[in-house]
């Protein structure tokens, strides 16, 4: 039974954590996409369409692969968690197939005239298909973090006669209180991505020396976005998600700050290893009572530590949790100093001479991806054992018909599927980058790069 549960849960956390490194970057870059437009449209600056197209491009291979690597997601609410989808499905199904009737098509569709229809568009038209694109994203975003946030935090629903769950209230749904600093957290979260990316091809090009007009473009307004929005990610939408986590969640909380006892003014952790033998961290590097000030306004306020829980409604992977917490703030971190140190020298007129800082920005564009991923496993690991917090234990979810012998072949197959898929990605996206801006000469079919 455990085996079964174990590779359940690993099919499913490692086929989400692939599927999920291609919509944050369509997220992010759909964002920074309208923005390229509405500066070409405000401004009449062509030099912004062209980024804008050129950054289409790997937008819409990042749609194909992650719809791709996102269909068998839904086959596993069947095939691997049918208990949970028989108790829940009344809820989480009003969320799930608004994703995919209502976004998904309404992204899918403006993709296609985004791409295809500039020539027979106005530029406001084209404009406003790239931000139905936008918002096509953002919104399936919503959808799907909906059915997220009723997991972690349920609510308007009523139990029926049969055991199971229905929804009652489909507005209380869609604007669960826990929702607002999710969404907020998790999408501010893909324009820092976006950003990175977009400054990383930047750099390489002014490292290359070719497409320099693109390259300085990409660089200037990437690093100003992805500044703001490493900020924002901090406070306030961070510290809003952290204290609804300490609110409604106070074992994952406390597994996530490696906090054993529960104590006044309790201490902010940097750095320790927590001990799981003798409920201690080792080698701990603490800010004295910050933890209580930060959460509770207050720097003696008391900060409820895992012994304040029974020991089957902790977290199972604690170490885990606390890990992956500490990895996604601490690399929140670093983003803000560089791209703030990368603002300051654009302010200087010297970010695009200085090596150091394009050699940096090109090569951190992987840390956003760890950072969401870290992120995602603090709130889904630190939710265990619940599959829906306080109400439906994963143990109850699973398929009992379905052998954990099944889960691991399958569990082999998606992995080699997906590292063919991951490979295919890397050459055509190479291919485009490679390939670099181009644009069509006005009175024929003529193309050249731009330079």
Do not use: C
């Not at 569709?109 to 936008?134: C, I, T, Y």
């Not at 003798?278 to 004295?288: A, H």
């Not at 302010?347 to 940096?360: A, D, E, P, S």
Request: no cysteine; glycine share 8%.
């Amino acid at each position: 039974m455990e085996s079964m549960i174990f590779l359940d849960r690993l099919q499913f956390g490692f086929t989400i954590l692939y599927h999920y490194l291609f919509p944050q970057l369509t997220m992010g870059l759909a964002f920074i996409i309208v923005f390229f437009k509405s500066i070409a449209l405000w401004k009449g600056k062509e030099e912004y369409n062209r980024a804008a197209r050129f950054w289409a491009k790997i937008f819409a291979i990042n749609f194909a692969v992650g719809v791709v690597t996102g269909i068998p997601m839904e086959f596993q609410f069947g095939t691997n968690w049918a208990a949970f989808s028989k108790y829940a499905g009344g809820v989480i199904g009003q969320t799930l197939a608004m994703e995919g009737v209502f976004a998904f098509f309404l992204e899918s569709s403006f993709l296609g005239l985004f791409l295809f229809g500039e020539k027979r568009l106005s530029p406001k038209m084209h404009w406003f298909v790239a931000f139905m694109v936008f918002a096509g994203s953002w919104l399936s975003g919503y959808f799907i973090l909906a059915t997220n946030a009723w997991m972690q935090h349920p609510v308007a629903y009523a139990m029926a006669g049969d055991g199971t769950v229905h929804l009652n209230s489909f507005w209380g749904l869609l604007f669960n209180p826990w929702l607002l600093w999710q969404y907020l957290h998790n999408m501010i979260a893909t324009v820092v991505t976006g950003s990175f990316v977009v400054a990383a091809v930047g750099a390489y090009y002014m490292l290359s020396k070719k497409h320099l007009e693109q390259a300085k473009l990409f660089l200037r307004n990437s690093v100003i976005i992805g500044a703001v929005a490493s900020v924002l990610i901090i406070f306030p939408t961070g510290d809003g998600e952290s204290s609804q986590v300490f609110e409604h969640q106070p074992a994952k909380a406390a597994a996530m700050e490696g906090i054993f006892k529960t104590q006044k003014g309790a201490p902010l952790v940097f750095i320790g290893q927590p001990d799981m033998k003798n409920k201690t961290l080792d080698n701990p590097l603490v800010l004295p009572k910050f933890l209580s000030f930060l959460t509770y306004r207050h720097f003696d306020a008391e900060v409820k530590g895992m012994d304040a829980f029974p020991e089957n409604d902790l977290p199972d992977l604690i170490p885990l949790v606390y890990y992956s917490y500490h990895i996604m703030v601490g690399l929140g971190t670093i983003f803000v100093t560089i791209l703030l140190i990368a603002v300051f020298l654009l302010w200087k007129k010297r970010l695009f001479n200085v090596r150091w800082m394009l050699w940096i920005l090109m090569l951190t564009f992987p840390f956003p991806y760890i950072a969401t991923s870290a992120g995602w496993i603090t709130a889904e690991v630190g939710r265990q054992p619940w599959l829906i917090y306080g109400l439906f234990r994963t143990a109850e979810g699973i398929s009992p018909q379905v052998s954990s012998g099944n889960t691991l072949f399958t569990l082999i197959g998606f992995t080699g599927m997906y590292f063919v898929i991951g490979v295919l990605f890397i050459i055509l996206i190479l291919k485009v980058i490679n390939k670099g801006p181009i644009v069509a000469l006005e009175g024929n079919n003529e193309k050249k790069e731009i330079n």
